[in-house]
């Protein structure tokens, strides 16, 4: 006999059909088995270790900092890196509401100092983009097609870690969402991401922005800094069932 695994949360309409669902898959040699969802076991393990910094790379405008980072993380210092003229100021508002915990930068991540072409997506602006967007991406994501193209400045993790105040603590969660430039963001910053002790990272599986890494390329990227893949705390699927990105978890092993 099978077992079927079941990640729901626990509804009422969930409660309701429990038993005629049991009754159902039970006749096809099934068995069902409840647990918690998914992303939620997982944040629930992130949050129950003690962080004290969290790189914030890919910020936009600051809400996944403020409602979420800074929700399960009470105890840390958040630097948020943002390069777009266009977020950051939206970025400020909400650092400057956060009591100091919240830390704003307005330049962008990656391999070197440098100054590059942000594609700015003016209906979309998260997903806004240092790489060209592929017609796989436009297709799925129209929104995105219209786009306007901004100057913004790049420095490397490794040279400004150094300068961040708050200081960078040993207890550091690393949060990387970049649209295609990950790869360049590690590599930038080997020495102060191999310092943490958990990485979330995006990762894009069909081919969104020319250029963009793999899961591969990340994957080994992390594991020569010693960190094992543990799982993913989301994914996007397109409306034929195809997952486009992830959002990947590494733990230091």
Not at 160 to 177: F, G, H, R, Y
Not at 191 to 220: C, H, K, M, N, W
Request: net charge negative.
């Amino acid at each position: 006999m099978f077992n079927l695994r079941i990640l729901a949360r626990k509804t009422g309409l969930t409660q309701l059909l429990k038993p005629l669902i049991h009754k159902s898959v039970s006749r096809l040699g099934f068995a069902l088995l409840y647990g918690p969802h998914a992303p939620e076991r997982v944040w629930a393990s992130l949050a129950s270790r003690p962080f004290r910094t969290v790189l914030d790379i890919g910020a936009c405008r600051g809400g996944y900092a403020e409602t979420i980072l800074r929700t399960n993380f009470p105890g840390a210092s958040i630097h948020s890196f943002e390069p777009s003229p266009i977020a950051f100021p939206v970025l400020e508002q909400v650092a400057a509401r956060s009591a100091g915990r919240i830390v704003a930068h307005n330049f962008g991540l990656g391999e070197r100092t440098e100054t590059l072409k942000l594609r700015s997506a003016i209906n979309s602006l998260p997903s806004s983009s240092l790489l060209l967007a592929t017609e796989t991406n436009t297709l799925a994501f129209p929104q995105t097609q219209l786009t306007e193209d901004l100057e913004v400045d790049i420095r490397a993790l490794d040279e400004v870690a150094p300068m961040l105040d708050p200081a960078i603590e040993d207890d550091l969660l690393v949060k990387i969402d970049v649209q295609g430039f990950e790869d360049r963001v590690i590599r930038g910053g080997r020495q102060t991401i191999v310092r943490a002790r958990a990485a979330i990272i995006e990762v894009q599986v069909e081919e969104l922005y020319a250029g963009q890494p793999s899961f591969r390329d990340i994957f080994l990227l992390m594991d020569e800094m010693g960190f094992v893949f543990t799982g993913v705390l989301d994914q996007y699927a397109d409306s034929e069932g195809r997952v486009l990105y992830f959002d990947a978890v590494f733990l230091k092993a």
